[in-house]
């Protein structure tokens, strides 16, 4: 049914719309935009993974930022920028209702990133206030949460929620955000034994103010180690361009 679908209503990529003869793969991409998706890769801060400009910085060491404010979350890991055409597809994920892009995303995240989850128990995600949920109708960091939980093998919590409806992030500075965060997130359920090691997953990371606050609610619970999967980053807006020292994305 859906290859007749198909030959009579051929399906497009959602980047530069057109509709080629060799089709499109599972994130709804032709070939050639698939080739301008730029992953996240180098020499990074492995909390805000801005480009780390000294070559002789150790791998895995935070950018100076960090180091004199670290986030609550313990690493940070991100499959790609958040540009066209990877923008396009997750602005269809979010508002255009194509929610098998989520597991899509997690079935390419996953193997990705084997290595770096393998120590990881508890699949998480950031939620949405209830409110903003029945808007939508679902959460889509939650499709690729919980389709990560089955790529890893791993049981999937909603034990975080968020307490408090925030105004939108959109426009917000870093300051800004976490004050419109603050005590956003709360945990519901028993607290954690063990001291665990929590994957918790959004989609777009910005300035990291709400994977901030939710690893913070995670930690405050029991959670002994978070590490942070998005989905897309967003460039940082001041980021230098190539060969120019400085903070580059």
Not at 88 to 94: P, R, T, Y
Not at 127 to 150: D, E, T
């Amino acid at each position: 049914m859906i290859r007749c679908l198909d030959w009579f209503l051929p399906p497009l990529c959602l980047a530069c719309r057109r509709s080629p003869a060799d089709g499109i793969d599972r994130l709804n991409l032709c070939r050639r935009c698939r080739r301008r998706a730029r992953p996240v890769t180098g020499r990074r801060c492995p909390s805000c993974l801005t480009r780390l400009a000294e070559p002789a910085v150790p791998a895995g060491f935070p950018c100076g930022a960090c180091r004199r404010r670290p986030p609550a979350f313990d690493r940070l890991l991100a499959g790609w920028f958040y540009e066209s055409p990877i923008r396009e597809v997750m602005v269809g994920l979010k508002f255009r209702r194509l929610e098998y892009l989520g597991a899509a995303l997690a079935e390419e995240l996953a193997p990705r990133f084997a290595a770096e989850l393998a120590s990881c128990t508890v699949v998480s995600v950031v939620p949405l206030h209830w409110a903003r949920w029945l808007r939508r109708g679902y959460n889509q960091a939650g499709l690729i949460a919980r389709q990560m939980a089955i790529e890893l093998g791993q049981p999937y919590s909603i034990s975080l929620r968020r307490r408090l409806w925030t105004k939108p992030q959109t426009g917000l500075d870093r300051v800004e955000r976490r004050a419109n965060l603050r005590r956003a997130f709360s945990w519901r359920g028993p607290r954690v034994t063990g001291r665990p090691h929590w994957l918790l997953v959004d989609d777009v990371f910005t300035t990291g103010a709400t994977l901030d606050c939710a690893a913070r609610a995670l930690k405050a619970a029991g959670v002994g180690r978070v590490t942070a999967l998005i989905a897309a980053a967003t460039p940082h807006p001041g980021a230098a361009r190539p060969g120019i020292p400085g903070r580059n994305m």
